[in-house]
């Protein structure tokens, strides 16, 4: 049975006018007529009589019109499952911004392939908050990752989660005996408001899409990177030091940890994850899995 002429038998049941119901099929009134005592000649028995008064409903007619109601209901549904199950099967991107490469992404995706399959995660680093903030307004970010403090009010963070920030010295570093002791003096989750920390500490809460580097007693700035190994490269070769969320520790070859010197603080940073408000909703179920996951990798 062509669904098209249970189509048509719906629209000429509505208008009841040979001519109307032509026009709105764009068929010709003979090719309609041919569809209708086609679908007759399948149920066995006339769907509308003609005289006089016009193109009427038989009683037959009637109770089948209602049946193709629901039946093209339900297939309308089946079209519209097959056509997400279809796109289920396709590879789906998830674009992910992130201020700073500290996350096990590859962790994280493998999770969420296992949660549910043929996703692939991309991510985009390097990023300034504001580039982060206009792509996901255009809908070219699907997630951002990004200090809690930066976010507008109308990016609304779907996750909130606190990292804990740490210092890397060079091993041996004379820098981190006179950190240990600033730290005894004032505290090392409190920066006192004449201190150099605090330019620092400001620095990395609104500019978090890359880590600065600082060498020398008089915090002189080395260079702004995202990139963990550049990084080393100039704490081990300049004596430099850094300081940077405790999670990037597990972004370091072992290899180099030989060669640095790790300082805990209670310096902490809250950081939001928010998504794009043009979300594909095959793509949403993948979303709220990263958001759980990135907390916690």
């Not at 109307?20 to 569809?35: G, H, I, M």
């Not at 930066?150 to 010295?169: D, G, H, M, N």
Request: aromatic share 8%.
């Amino acid at each position: 049975m062509d669904i098209r002429n249970l189509e048509a038998f719906i629209v000429l049941a509505e208008t009841l006018n040979y001519h109307k119901a032509s026009e709105r099929l764009y068929l010709s009134q003979p090719a309609l007529t041919k569809k209708i005592h086609g679908l007759e000649d399948i149920l066995g028995a006339s769907l509308f009589t003609r005289g006089p008064n016009g193109t009427r409903l038989t009683d037959f007619g009637q109770k089948t019109l209602e049946n193709t109601r629901k039946f093209l209901s339900h297939y309308e549904h089946f079209k519209s499952q097959v056509h997400f199950d279809s796109k289920e099967d396709m590879v789906r991107h998830l674009y992910v911004g992130s201020c700073f490469p500290i996350h096990n992404y590859s962790q994280i995706e493998n999770q969420i392939v296992e949660k549910k399959g043929n996703s692939v995660l991309s991510l985009v680093t390097g990023l300034s908050v504001e580039q982060q903030i206009n792509l996901l307004n255009a809908g070219m970010l699907h997630i951002a990752v990004m200090p809690l403090s930066s976010i507008s009010a109308q990016l609304e963070p779907k996750k909130v989660f606190t990292e804990r920030l740490i210092y890397i010295f060079k091993k041996g570093s004379h820098l981190v005996s006179k950190c240990r002791t600033a730290f005894g003096q004032f505290g090392n989750g409190v920066t006192p408001t004449n201190s150099p920390e605090k330019k620092e500490m400001v620095e990395l809460t609104d500019c978090l899409n890359v880590f600065p580097v600082y060498t020398g007693d008089n915090m002189h700035l080395l260079l702004k990177t995202n990139d963990i190994m550049l990084i080393v490269e100039m704490i081990t070769k300049n004596n430099a030091y850094t300081c940077v969320p405790k999670r990037i520790i597990s972004s370091i070859p072992e290899y180099y940890m030989n060669f640095l010197e790790i300082v805990e603080t209670d310096k902490k940073i809250d950081l939001g994850v928010v998504w794009t408000k043009s979300m594909d909703e095959a793509l949403i179920k993948d979303a709220e899995n990263f958001s759980a996951l990135v907390a916690n990798v």
